[in-house]
Antibody, heavy 124, light 110 residues
């Protein structure tokens, strides 16, 4: 059974940093792209970042570029999101998700398994 | 990357069919057959219902179907059941390894 368990969320002041983790199990982690998606309170879903199987390619939404870094440790079946210079608008539940793609010519095109999410609150 | 446009709400009675639209542009929905749909119950994680416009993952009832015409994709839920009441989100590949989501539609089963 595929399982994704996020951790690391919490309350942080504006300008602060937080590191989210996602523990994966039930599948060959190193064979899949992975993604982070967030959902602000009462709002819709927003894709945040993708990372390739071997970590060599990373992509993120413009609003977090230069502040957030996605990474992975295939030996530990772990996905991370390092969040720096946090802003109030980064307040959200952050989901880890397994990403799939149609073929090698495209990036990830859908997310087939999701974790339960971890809440990040940026407030003074 | 701009969000895809979905109606904020939709509703139907048990047994009826409801269709939810998702409008994008020629650079996302219109450019690729990579539209997916997700169901989210309150306080829960999203669940994949449709991928690549029309495909259903294993375990998703065939009451759920997807389609696309031009820059607009649609999700149809037939034979509405109480448990279908949830928020539904569309998503599309937008090129350059980016994904874009819709704003979500709250489906109410009357």
């Amino acid at each position: 059974e595929v399982q994704l368990v996020e951790s690391g969320g919490g309350l942080v002041q504006p300008g602060g940093s937080l590191r989210l983790s996602c523990a994966a199990s039930g599948f060959t982690f190193s064979s899949y792209w992975m993604s982070w998606v967030r959902q602000a309170p009462g709002k819709g879903l927003e894709w945040v970042a993708n990372i390739k199987q071997d970590g060599s390619d990373k992509y993120c939404v413009d609003s977090v570029m230069g502040r957030f870094t996605i990474s992975r440790d295939n030996a530990k079946n772990s996905l991370c999101l390092q969040m720096n210079s946090l802003r109030a608008e980064d307040t959200a539940v952050y989901y880890c998700a397994r990403a799939r793609r149609y073929n090698s010519a495209s990036g990830p095109t859908y997310l087939d398994y999701w974790g339960q999410g971890t809440l990040v609150t940026v407030s003074s | 990357q701009s969000a895809l446009t979905q109606p904020p709400s939709a509703s139907g009675s048990p047994g009826q069919s409801v269709t939810i639209s998702c409008t994008g542009t020629s650079t996302d929905v219109g450019a690729y057959n990579y539209v997916s749909w997700y169901l989210q119950h309150p306080g829960k994680a999203p669940k994949l219902m449709i991928y690549e416009v029309t495909k259903r993952p294993s375990g998703v009832p065939d009451r759920f179907s997807g389609s696309k015409s031009g820059n607009t994709a649609s999700l149809t839920v037939s034979g509405l059941q109480a448990e279908d009441e949830a928020d539904y989100y569309c998503s599309s590949y937008a090129g350059s390894n980016n994904l874009v989501f819709g704003g979500g539609t709250k489906l109410t089963v009357l």
